[in-house]
Structures are given as C-alpha cells and as structure tokens.
C-alpha cells in the first residue's frame, strides 16, 4: 500500500513536499515514481528514483526544481518541489516497479499506486 500527502495550494515561486509511505512490501524491492495528472490530461511522468537512492530522473520541466529522495529505513519517498509554477498543478501520484523490472519512464509498468495528493498553484 502506498499513501502520498503534502500537496495543497501554494503560490507561484512557492514550495511543497510530498511524501509516500509504503507498507506492505519489502520496500527496498520497489523503484518508485512520481507521475501527476492534470485535469482532461493523461498522466505523466516526473521522476523515479532506483531502490537505493543512487539514481534519480525527472522530466525535462522540472529539473533544477524537484528532487526526489527515499528513505528505505522509514519506508518513504519524498519529492521536494521547489519554484512551483501554474503549470504544476496536478494530482500527484507515487507507484512502484519491482525492481527487477528494471526503472521506468513509463506509468503501465509500475505495480502499485498511491492516492494521489492534490497540487494547486496559483499565479
């Protein structure tokens, strides 16, 4: 199971913090991912981080804003959103890919899903 919270309504230039808990699962056998949907849009990719950290990617429209990290003793995965912009606003989702799997862009291959936390930025 994974549960994501932080998002909520923050003006332009403005910053949030999402987190996603994991439980369940050895969370160590998981790459993660953050995607996001905004309204009448399909979802998209915005970063992945392998199981240990090593590695980290993100969209072209985020890189230099957003990190991502995890946490594997605490079982979380955070992705810092720095200098947030209208065109952020989204929902926002964590998933997991076993890792065996290999990381991926691409959200079909991804196993698990969180909730999803709402991002609003206003202009």
């Known amino acids: 199971q994974l549960q994501a919270c932080g998002g909520g309504l923050v003006q332009a230039g403005g910053s949030l913090r999402l987190t996603c808990a994991a439980s369940?699962?050895?969370?160590?056998?998981?790459?993660m991912g953050w995607f996001r949907q905004a309204p009448g849009k399909e979802r998209e990719f915005v970063a992945a981080i392998t199981w240990n950290g090593g590695n980290t990617y993100y969209t072209d429209s985020v890189k230099g804003r957003f990190t991502c990290s995890r946490d594997n003793a605490r079982n979380t995965v955070s992705l810092q959103m720095n200098a947030l912009k209208p065109e952020d606003t989204a929902a926002y989702y964590c998933?997991?890919?076993?890792?065996?799997?290999?990381?991926?862009?691409?959200?079909?291959?991804?196993?698990?899903w969180g909730q999803g936390t709402l991002v609003t930025v206003s202009s």
């Open positions: 998933a997991a890919t076993l890792r065996s799997s290999g990381i991926t862009y691409n959200p079909a291959r991804y196993d698990y």
């Open positions: 369940g699962r050895t969370f160590s056998n998981y790459h």
